[in-house]
Structures are given as structure tokens and as C-alpha cells.
């Protein structure tokens, strides 16, 4: 059938709008990225991403040079001239945990005052359960004359660090509407993408998104409470991971035991639809516990550095290696790495911090924590290292040549990314997460 280029905007230039935008590129269409703020624009205009991704610079760059992608901060022109509107603003926690739509109300009331002709409005960004109809009322409030219009949920799935290839290979696209319309062109957008497609209606897709994350959210903490457990016993949680992931119906993945989830959706997600719930009088217990775990997992590290350490802390000085939430990221939103910091801060530690891309420069941190550029530096003279973050770099540490710069050597790895053994053999005092 040859494949029409669509026309596509996408409206805010985060992790989502970017990757996104690229993605519809790589299959043939031409996007324009709409966004409020003009460094962001100014940047991506110049091949530049304002935020750390792997491979998505080199896909700027190629899309820019063959036209297949502009940006603008002119929202009128945008909404007039595309016949597409994917909405990929930020939903951050609002009051009460639940999702803050400001900024997608915001970009419905323009689509709505500046809408010439039948438009296709996407949501991406994560959005509550009942959002496409709240898009659907701004919109008509907005219009000076009515024009028709379709409102989909689409929900992302990417994580970020492996957004490309997540957003180039999904597991599956959920196309929520109920309109034929809407869905015929939706499906042509999505053509060349190789996965099944879930057709359903704005609400349950809603629904999904939530759903998804909250599960993988309950898998970690389902395993990081277990750990504790695996701990008290000495069997090693790696191995109940391995053992239990191996059964097709549970699934190897998101069974990691660690410092708990972090980053801008789990905790974000997982507190929305407990809200959600709350406000139609339905109790998620098993997502409240999942929260309680999840918040109690870096203080159960603690404990046990605070216990291999002689209890006070008071005056050691520690290396905290890894800033951001998880590896392949500068997202530092929500990092247990973090929350062990201010821990730390707390019991009068003397913190040196490393990351490979985070730094604290502009952050209150930085006045109250050293930031080194080499895990050399950053361990030197300390009496102990904190593995936060499972960057690849941080396995592959030399800890023999590490060794003679500490003043003791303990090693607390919270994400069981080394083997105890061998840095046990080396004469560290290793402890993980039930890591045995
Ligand atoms: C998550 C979901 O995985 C994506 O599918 C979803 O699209 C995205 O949220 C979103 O809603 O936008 P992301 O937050 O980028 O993606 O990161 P994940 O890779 O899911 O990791 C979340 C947290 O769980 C991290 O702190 C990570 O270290 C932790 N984790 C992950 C574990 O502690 N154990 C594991 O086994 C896996």
C-alpha cells in the first residue's frame, strides 16, 4: 500500500517525547517536538539531548540531517500544521500521590483553541484512569468552533537507559479508543512495528500502564523481602531468583534484589493508583505493602552497614559509588543511592561520592558531599564502599588495586553485583543483599 507519511507533533521533549519522536522517524514519518522550554528546543535543534540516554544522540543527529525532524516552541503553528498529537509532558506526583495533570491540561486547552481541522490527540505521558475523557472536555471547552476529534491513550513502556531499543522492539502497543477512525490511523502509525497490538478502550488502557508498572514493582519488592528473610537464613537470594525466574509464569526479570525501585515512575505510578483506588473506595493492599517494603529497603541496608561497622558511624568517612537511580541513566529522581547518603549524612559520616555521569555541581549535595572524578580518589582513605548503582563500570573494578587506598576494607553491595568470593579472597568484609 506504499505506507502515507504521517504528520506527527509531539508535545514535550522529555525521555518519552524524544525517544518517541526518533522511533516515528526511524519508520518514515516526519515529527516536529513541541516544547515549552526554549533550551530544550534550542539543544535538541542542535543535535544536543538535555539529558543522558545511550544511542538516542546519534538518532538526533541523523533525523536532523535528513529532515525528518524539527522543533519549534511555536504551539500554534504546530497544532495547525500536524494532523497527530502525541502528548508526552510529565505527570509528576501530586498531592496525595496522585498524578499532577497540570501540564497536560495546559496542552489540551491549546489543542483545543488552535485546532483547524480533525486531529488525532495521543496521550503517552502516564496518566490516570479517566484522563482521555478530561483531555476530550478541555478540549471541546477550548474550541471556538467545533471541530471533531478523537482523544487515544497510548501508554509508553520504555525504561529509561534502554529507551531506544524498548520503544524499537516493544512487547506489545495498547491502542485505547472508540473510534474506527482513530484506530485506523493509529494502526497505520504502528505498521511496522512487530509485536501484538492490544485494542481496547482510553480507560482500561489507562488501566494498563498502572497495572504494569505497579506489578513490577510488587516482583522487587516481593524478592527484596524475601531477601530479607534469605539473609536471617544464609541462603543466597541470587540463586531463589534464578531458581524461581526460570518458571515461564513468573519470569526471570525485575527479580533483582537491591536498595528497592527508584526513578520517576514506580514510586510515582505505584502511589497513583493506590490513590486511584483510594478515591473509589477500593483497597489495594498488596500495592500498600509494596510501597512499605520498597520505602524500608535502603534503611535494612543501613542497618547492616551500621551493624558490620560496630553501630556508631559517627566520624568514618564512606565511598558511594553511583548517584542515579539504576545504571545507563543521570536520572537521579527517587535514587535509594540517595537516601543512603542522607543516612549517612545523618549519622556524621564524611560522604565522597562517584558517578559515571551524575554530578552534583548544581545540587544542595554538593555542598555537603565530595564528588570524585575517579573510583580511585573517591575510595582513598575511606572505611568502607557502598555500591549503589549497577553501572557496568563498578563490576569491573580492580578492587586489588582498590584495597591498599581504604583505610578497612568493607564492601556493602547493594545491588549483588560482585562476587563475594572473590573480593572475600582479596580480604574485603563483603556484604550484600542476602547475597551468600
Ligand atoms: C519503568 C518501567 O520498567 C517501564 O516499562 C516504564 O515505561 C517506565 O517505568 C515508565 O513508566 O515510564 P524505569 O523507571 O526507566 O522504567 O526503570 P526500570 O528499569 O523499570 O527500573 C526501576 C527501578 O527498579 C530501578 O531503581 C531499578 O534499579 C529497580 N530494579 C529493577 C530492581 O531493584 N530490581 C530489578 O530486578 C529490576
Not at 568517612?317 to 537521579?332: M, P, Q, Y
Not at 588495586?401 to 572473590?422: A, S
Given at each position: 500500500?506504499?505506507?502515507?507519511?504521517?504528520?506527527?507533533?509531539?508535545?514535550?521533549?522529555?525521555?518519552?517525547?524524544?525517544?518517541?519522536?526518533?522511533?516515528?522517524?526511524?519508520?518514515?514519518?516526519?515529527?516536529?517536538?513541541?516544547?515549552?522550554?526554549?533550551?530544550?528546543?534550542?539543544?535538541?535543534?542542535?543535535?544536543?539531548?538535555?539529558?543522558?540516554?545511550?544511542?538516542?544522540?546519534?538518532?538526533?543527529t541523523k533525523h536532523i540531517t535528513n529532515k525528518n525532524i524539527s522543533f519549534t516552541t511555536d504551539t500554534e503553528t504546530a497544532i495547525k500544521e500536524n494532523d497527530v498529537i502525541f502528548i508526552c509532558v510529565g505527570t509528576p506526583m501530586g498531592k496525595e500521590g496522585s498524578a499532577d495533570l497540570t501540564f497536560v491540561k495546559n496542552v489540551a486547552e491549546s489543542i483545543g483553541r488552535y485546532m483547524n481541522r480533525y486531529k488525532v490527540v495521543v496521550t503517552k505521558?502516564?496518566?490516570?484512569?479517566?484522563?482521555?475523557?478530561?483531555?476530550?472536555?478541555?478540549?471541546?471547552?477550548?474550541?471556538?468552533?467545533?471541530?471533531?476529534?478523537?482523544?487515544?491513550?497510548?501508554?509508553?513502556?520504555?525504561?529509561?537507559?534502554?529507551?531506544?531499543?524498548?520503544?524499537?522492539?516493544?512487547?506489545?502497543?495498547?491502542?485505547?479508543?472508540?473510534?474506527?477512525?482513530?484506530?485506523?490511523?493509529?494502526?497505520?502509525?504502528?505498521?511496522?512495528?512487530?509485536?501484538?497490538?492490544?485494542?481496547?478502550?482510553?480507560?482500561?488502557?489507562?488501566?494498563?500502564?498502572?497495572?504494569?508498572?505497579?506489578?513490577?514493582?510488587?516482583?522487587?519488592?516481593?524478592?527484596?523481602?524475601?531477601?530479607?528473610?534469605?539473609?536471617?537464613?544464609?541462603?543466597?537470594?541470587?540463586?531463589?531468583?534464578?531458581?524461581?525466574?526460570?518458571?515461564?509464569?513468573?519470569?526471570?526479570?525485575?527479580?533483582?534484589?537491591?536498595?528497592?525501585?527508584?526513578?520517576?515512575?514506580?514510586?510515582?505510578?505505584?502511589?497513583?493508583?493506590?490513590?486511584?483506588?483510594?478515591?473509589?473506595?477500593?483497597?489495594?493492599?498488596?500495592?500498600?505493602?509494596?510501597?512499605?517494603?520498597?520505602?524500608?529497603?535502603?534503611?535494612?541496608?543501613?542497618?547492616?552497614?551500621?551493624?558490620?561497622?560496630?553501630?556508631?558511624?559517627?566520624?568514618?568517612?564512606?565511598?558511594?559509588?553511583?548517584?542515579?537511580?539504576?545504571?545507563?541513566?543521570?536520572?537521579?529522581?527517587?535514587?535509594?543511592?540517595?537516601?543512603?547518603?542522607?543516612?549517612?549524612?545523618?549519622?556524621?559520616?564524611?560522604?565522597?561520592?562517584?558517578?559515571?555521569?551524575?554530578?552534583?555541581?548544581?545540587?544542595?549535595?554538593?555542598?555537603?558531599?565530595?564528588?570524585?572524578?575517579?573510583?580511585?580518589?573517591?575510595?582513598?582513605?575511606?572505611?568502607?564502599?557502598?555500591?549503589?548503582?549497577?553501572?557496568?563500570?563498578?563490576?569491573?573494578?580492580?578492587?586489588?588495586?582498590?584495597?591498599?587506598?581504604?583505610?578497612?576494607?568493607?564492601?556493602?553491595?547493594?545491588?549483588?553485583?560482585?562476587?563475594?568470593r572473590e573480593v572475600e579472597s582479596l580480604g574485603f568484609h563483603y556484604i550484600g543483599i542476602a547475597n551468600h
Amino acid at each position: 500500500q506504499g505506507g502515507s507519511v504521517v504528520k506527527i507533533l509531539v508535545i514535550g521533549t522529555g525521555y518519552v517525547g524524544t525517544t518517541t519522536s526518533l522511533i516515528f522517524c526511524e519508520k518514515g514519518h516526519q515529527v516536529t517536538g513541541l516544547d515549552l522550554d526554549d533550551r530544550k528546543i534550542q539543544a535538541l535543534t542542535s543535535g544536543k539531548l538535555h539529558f543522558y540516554e545511550p544511542g538516542l544522540e546519534e538518532l538526533l543527529t541523523k533525523h536532523i540531517t535528513n529532515k525528518n525532524i524539527s522543533f519549534t516552541t511555536d504551539t500554534e503553528t504546530a497544532i495547525k500544521e500536524n494532523d497527530v498529537i502525541f502528548i508526552c509532558v510529565g505527570t509528576p506526583m501530586g498531592k496525595e500521590g496522585s498524578a499532577d495533570l497540570t501540564f497536560v491540561k495546559n496542552v489540551a486547552e491549546s489543542i483545543g483553541r488552535y485546532m483547524n481541522r480533525y486531529k488525532v490527540v495521543v496521550t503517552k505521558s502516564t496518566v490516570p484512569v479517566g484522563t482521555a475523557e478530561k483531555v476530550t472536555n478541555w478540549i471541546i471547552k477550548n474550541q471556538p468552533t467545533p471541530i471533531s476529534f478523537d482523544v487515544v491513550s497510548n501508554p509508553e513502556f520504555l525504561r529509561e537507559g534502554s529507551a531506544l531499543y524498548d520503544a524499537l522492539y516493544p512487547d506489545r502497543i495498547v491502542i485505547g479508543t472508540t473510534s474506527e477512525k482513530a484506530r485506523t490511523i493509529m494502526e497505520e502509525l504502528y505498521k511496522d512495528f512487530q509485536c501484538p497490538v492490544v485494542q481496547t478502550n482510553p480507560k482500561a488502557s489507562e488501566m494498563i500502564k498502572y497495572a504494569a508498572n505497579s506489578f513490577l514493582a510488587m516482583k522487587i519488592s516481593y524478592i527484596n523481602e524475601l531477601a530479607r528473610l534469605c539473609d536471617r537464613l544464609g541462603i543466597n537470594v541470587n540463586d531463589v531468583s534464578k531458581g524461581i525466574g526460570l518458571d515461564h509464569r513468573i519470569g526471570p526479570l525485575f527479580l533483582r534484589a537491591g536498595m528497592g525501585y527508584g526513578g520517576s515512575c514506580f514510586p510515582k505510578d505505584v502511589n497513583a493508583l493506590l490513590q486511584t483506588a483510594k478515591e473509589n473506595g477500593q483497597l489495594l493492599s498488596i500495592l500498600d505493602s509494596v510501597v512499605k517494603v520498597n520505602a524500608s529497603q535502603p534503611l535494612y541496608f543501613m542497618e547492616k552497614i551500621q551493624q558490620a561497622l560496630g553501630g556508631d558511624l559517627q566520624g568514618k568517612t564512606i565511598a558511594v559509588l553511583g548517584l542515579s537511580f539504576k545504571a545507563n541513566t543521570d536520572d537521579t529522581r527517587e535514587s535509594p543511592s540517595l537516601i543512603i547518603i542522607e543516612n549517612l549524612l545523618g549519622d556524621q559520616v564524611t560522604v565522597r561520592a562517584h558517578d559515571p555521569v551524575v554530578h552534583l555541581d548544581n545540587s544542595p549535595l554538593s555542598e555537603v558531599v565530595q564528588q570524585f572524578e575517579t573510583v580511585a580518589e573517591t575510595v582513598s582513605g575511606t572505611d568502607a564502599v557502598i555500591l549503589c548503582t549497577d553501572w557496568e563500570d563498578y563490576k569491573s573494578l580492580n578492587w586489588g588495586e582498590l584495597k591498599p587506598l581504604m583505610k578497612q576494607p568493607y564492601i556493602f553491595d547493594g545491588r549483588n553485583m560482585l562476587d563475594k568470593r572473590e573480593v572475600e579472597s582479596l580480604g574485603f568484609h563483603y556484604i550484600g543483599i542476602a547475597n551468600h
